[in-house]
């Protein structure tokens, strides 16, 4: 048998229960979200990276041609053809940015705030910068062999924490879960959305710069 005690102050979604017997604490935290839903968030969030960035390169394309007394050297349409190393880093870069600036400034990208989805500490409090940034970092490891490696690390914990998860002390739950206080709005959203795209931009069209500088 045994007794619940209350809530933790800094923790309003952890609940511990003692034995009787003098065995160990039992906790249960935050219920995670599972693999196939942050899959299509995630997706979402490919597809709007590949927009952003196409339409990036068609702005950037118009400026050198008007640039250029409207007609574009040939060496640049090569180096547009050949982007290499220095495009697929900024494209990386660009989409790492994007991430890290939706989960800490509100919580969700564009992905997960369809499927009503939000990033929070494991305690159930706002997630903050310097996790944001290390669970985007390790999502690179996370998504090795298609995703198996993430996949795989969900099915170890109740909270469905890849591996980035798990160093950041962060969970992706449901907005439904989470007191209200912890959640930001919808507008916020909006504003927060607006500068991750615009940075994300940013990024691919300084990319380009270096390619044609170089």
């Not at 050297?73 to 994007?98: E, N």
């Not at 159930?124 to 310097?130: E, K, L, N, P, Q």
């Not at 170890?156 to 007191?179: F, H, L």
């Amino acid at each position: 048998m045994s007794t619940p005690i209350s809530e933790f102050p800094d923790s309003p979604t952890t609940s511990t229960t003692f034995s009787f017997g003098g065995y160990a604490t039992q906790e249960v935290g935050l219920p995670g979200v599972s693999f196939w839903p942050r899959a299509g968030a995630r997706l979402i969030d490919y597809v709007l990276h590949y927009c952003v960035t196409y339409s990036a390169g068609f702005l950037f394309s118009i400026l050198v041609l008007a640039a250029s007394g409207g007609r574009m050297p040939a060496w640049v349409l090569a180096r547009f053809r050949h982007v290499g190393l220095t495009g697929f880093v900024s494209g990386l870069l660009g989409f790492l940015v994007y991430n890290v600036i939706c989960v800490s400034l509100h919580g969700s990208t564009l992905g997960k705030r369809a499927f009503s989805m939000v990033v929070v500490q494991e305690n159930g409090i706002r997630c903050r910068i310097g996790p944001a940034i290390i669970r985007e970092l390790a999502y690179f490891i996370d998504s090795l062999f298609f995703g198996l490696i993430g996949y795989l690390a969900m099915q170890k914990t109740y909270q469905e924490q890849r591996y980035g998860d798990q160093w950041a002390r962060t969970v992706v739950a449901k907005r439904a879960s989470i007191i209200p206080e912890q959640l930001r709005s919808d507008g916020r959203f909006l504003t927060t959305l607006m500068l991750a795209v615009m940075t994300d931009a940013a990024l691919a069209m300084i990319g380009l710069l270096i390619l044609i500088s170089t």
